[in-house]
């Protein structure tokens, strides 16, 4: 009897210890049954715009594999600090083809060689009696001739429980066109991508083929309770054996 009250403490004591630390998600899910059209987005970059209310690191980029079979790619991938002022900066970008690095829910994905995080902005810039907080931008540059589909249709067709769960809140969509990109190749991409981020035309329906994943920042007290709760679990086992 004594044995099995332990060994339930111990579970409780692993689980509660364990609770705020992250393991990794996705800010975005989509149903493949509930997409009506998937448009290739080539010749175009487009992507999506929001704010960050919790500590989260960026751990890797994705995009939609229609029928899951790869990507005929490659496609450009970048995530921007849209800043308060003075514009944007280029925080990571990845080339990503194929089967990517990994493939999770329907969506390829290339893993950051450097993750990074970002924390919320609680001071904004005021300017004409105007806040303005810093925001990102997570979006993709397809290159002229690609077949991936992209562009989903209908917005119902994708979620965010990143929103759901009150980590981020989304802004809008984007989109920009071919005409912004004469002659344009990969090189170039690569050598000046932030001359290339998508910005303007907004929507607010389907761009969610851009997707990335991410990692949860525990809070000084989940940590706490972490280090608590493993350092009691190693205790109860140690006790176990004498």
Request: charged content about 15%.
């Given at each position: 009897?004594?044995?099995?009250?332990?060994?339930?403490?111990?579970?409780?004591?692993?689980?509660?210890?364990?609770?705020?630390?992250?393991?990794?998600?996705?800010?975005?899910?989509?149903?493949?049954?509930?997409?009506?059209?998937?448009?290739?987005?080539?010749?175009?970059?487009?992507?999506?715009?929001?704010?960050?209310?919790?500590?989260?690191?960026?751990?890797?980029?994705?995009?939609?594999?229609?029928?899951?079979?790869?990507?005929?790619?490659?496609?450009?991938?970048g995530i921007w600090r849209?800043?308060?002022?003075?514009?944007?900066?280029?925080?990571?970008?990845?080339?990503?083809?194929?089967?990517?690095?990994?493939?999770?829910?329907?969506?390829?994905?290339?893993?950051?060689?450097?993750?990074?995080?970002?924390?919320?902005?609680?001071?904004?810039?005021?300017?004409?009696?105007?806040?303005?907080?810093?925001?990102?931008?997570?979006?993709?540059?397809?290159?002229?001739?690609?077949?991936?589909?992209?562009?989903?249709?209908?917005?119902?067709?994708?979620?965010?429980?990143i929103v759901q769960a009150?980590?981020?809140?989304?802004?809008?969509?984007?989109?920009?066109?071919?005409?912004?990109?004469?002659?344009?190749?990969?090189?170039?991409?690569?050598?000046?991508?932030?001359?290339?981020?998508?910005?303007?035309?907004?929507?607010?329906?389907?761009?969610?083929?851009?997707?990335?994943?991410?990692?949860?920042?525990?809070?000084?007290?989940?940590?706490?309770?972490?280090?608590?709760?493993?350092?009691?679990?190693?205790?109860?086992?140690?006790?176990?054996?004498?």
């Open positions: 009897m004594r044995r099995e009250w332990k060994t339930g403490l111990l579970a409780v004591v692993f689980l509660a210890g364990a609770g705020g630390l992250a393991l990794g998600d996705f800010a975005a899910t989509v149903n493949p049954s509930a997409v009506g059209t998937a448009a290739s987005g080539a010749g175009q970059s487009n992507g999506w715009r929001f704010f960050v209310d919790r500590p989260i690191t960026i751990t890797a980029l994705g995009l939609y594999d229609v029928g899951d079979n790869g990507l005929a790619g490659p496609h450009v991938m849209v800043k308060k002022k003075d514009g944007l900066r280029l925080e990571r970008w990845v080339s990503i083809s194929g089967s990517g690095d990994f493939q999770k829910d329907h969506h390829v994905y290339a893993a950051l060689d450097e993750p990074f995080t970002i924390v919320p902005d609680p001071v904004p810039y005021t300017t004409g009696g105007t806040n303005y907080y810093e925001r990102w931008l997570v979006g993709v540059w397809s290159p002229s001739g690609s077949n991936d589909g992209l562009i989903l249709r209908p917005r119902d067709a994708a979620a965010l429980p009150g980590i981020i809140r989304f802004e809008d969509s984007t989109l920009k066109g071919w005409t912004s990109y004469p002659n344009t190749t990969l090189g170039d991409i690569a050598s000046a991508p932030d001359n290339w981020v998508p910005w303007g035309d907004t929507s607010n329906s389907d761009y969610f083929g851009v997707n990335f994943g991410y990692a949860v920042v525990p809070v000084p007290g989940a940590l706490l309770l972490g280090v608590v709760g493993f350092g009691s679990a190693g205790w109860l086992l140690r006790r176990g054996t004498t």
